[in-house]
């Protein structure tokens, strides 16, 4: 008989392993491309992730801050992924239940272009306990969530979200083809 966390998407998508930490929901998160809403291993095209999505938190006491990381795990290919985590998106103190835009955007938003294979694009919200100041390295490639989590003292995930997302005529790999 398969458990809960056997079944969970975070864990047949390999994201709890490969980017975090076996963690415990405690923030609704909803991201919005468009009029799509992902859910987790939902998949997209390129052209479809143009542009950033809406974000949409709902915590539990309506005065927390959150840090949004938004990483590709699959960089620069599924099949040789020398740059993962590649950060993608990096907004910190966003206030619940406000519009990302009210927070401070530390890395701008870059939207996925997979060349090759299926790529897991990862949305990982952390609840801070205070506002401060991040600096992040001038690069994309390489990003490492666990590690900025443990060195801005984050704590564990309060949501993740990810899909799968290849280029307009790609298909293969991850169960996603259309």
Known sequence: MSTER??????????IGD???PFVKSVNLRLVYGTKEITNGSGFRNSAVVNQPSVDIRGNDGNSLYT???????????????????????VTDIPESRDVSFGNEIVCYESPK????????VFV????KVQQ????????PNFNT???MAFYNLGPPAAVLFFNC?????CGGRRYCE
């Open 6 to 15: 056997e079944r969970d998407p975070l864990v047949i998508g390999q994201v």
């Open 19 to 21: 980017v975090v930490d």
């Open 68 to 90: 949004l990381v938004m990483v590709d795990a699959d960089a620069p290919s599924p099949n040789n992924p020398y740059q993962k985590e590649y950060l993608h998106w990096l």
């Open 114 to 121: 997979p060349s090759a294979g299926i790529h897991r694009i």
């Open 125 to 128: 919200l952390f609840q801070q």
């Open 133 to 140: 100041t991040v600096h992040v390295p001038g690069w994309r």
């Open 146 to 148: 666990r590690d900025f």
């Open 166 to 170: 290849q280029r307009e005529h790609g």
